[in-house]
T-cell receptor
Framework: NAGVTQTPKFQVLKTGQSMTLQCAQD?????MSWYRQDPGMGLRLIHY???????DQGEVPNGYNVSRSTTEDFPLRLLSAAPSQTSVYFC????????????FGQGTRLTVV | GDSVTQMEGPVTLSEEAFLTINCTYT??????LFWYVQYPGEGLQLLLK?????DKGSNKGFEATYRKETTSFHLEKGSVQVSDSAVYFC??????????FGKGNQVVVIP
């Protein structure tokens, strides 16, 4: 019962570097999403996908790219890291059937120096 | 747009005290409502949910009732334990399936 798996758990980047945060789920969920969590801000939606080949922007998409080539995987790419992207990132998945709960990964703590 | 508002500030209380965390929402239609809990160093876990008005979600001694007339979904527990120390998030979801979260409340239970 792996659920939603995120890697890495921790990462330190220098300003301007790029990296990819990995997210995989084994529940055959159609809907996947990325959030960032910042103190006092709750969780804010970055990007989401309703199925393979379909992605869309959330509240705070700038500086991030996503793709969804398979149902299982939904990587988040930081093109040129900035200190403002220091945050904890969570991936989540759920069925497309309306009003069901989302399942979350353990999170990736990213620091950009 | 859809939004969730949680009461401001952390909550500190003694073991066996009564816990209430307020949550109100703004949404069109009838969203599903959720409480998630985040223990230190972990991701969010679903605590309970309610999918229609007057439903009561319950789990691990926590309860919340979907109140359409007051657009609220307050979380309560009658007797908290140290192990309940965590961050609690209220959330809603409907329509386009996007989740909207409140800002969360840190709960600290003192022995």
């Amino acid at each position: 019962n792996a659920g939603v798996t995120q890697t890495p758990k921790f990462q330190v980047l220098k300003t301007g570097q790029s990296m990819t945060l990995q997210c995989a789920q084994d529940m055959n969920h159609e809907y996947m999403s990325w959030y960032r969590q910042d103190p006092g801000m709750g969780l804010r939606l970055i990007h989401y996908s309703v199925g393979a080949g379909i992605t869309d922007q959330g509240e705070v998409p700038n500086g991030y790219n996503v793709s969804r080539s398979t149902t299982e995987d939904f990587p988040l790419r930081l093109l040129s890291a900035a200190p403002s992207q220091t945050s904890v990132y969570f991936c989540a998945s759920s069925t497309e059937v309306g009003n069901t709960e989302a399942f979350f990964g353990q999170g990736t703590r990213l620091t950009v120096v | 747009g859809d939004s969730v508002t949680q009461m401001e500030g952390p909550v500190t209380l003694s073991e066996e005290a009564f816990l209430t965390i307020n949550c109100t929402y703004t949404a069109t239609g009838y969203p599903s409502l959720f409480w998630y809990v985040q223990y230190p160093g972990e991701g969010l876990q679903l605590l309970l949910k309610a999918t229609k008005a007057d439903d009561k979600g319950s789990n691990k001694g926590f309860e919340a009732t979907y109140r359409k007339e007051t657009t609220s979904f307050h979380l309560e527990k009658g007797s908290v334990q140290v192990s309940d120390s965590a961050v609690y998030f209220c959330a809603l979801r409907h329509g386009n399936n996007r989740l909207a979260f409140g800002k969360g409340n840190q709960v600290v239970v003192i022995p």
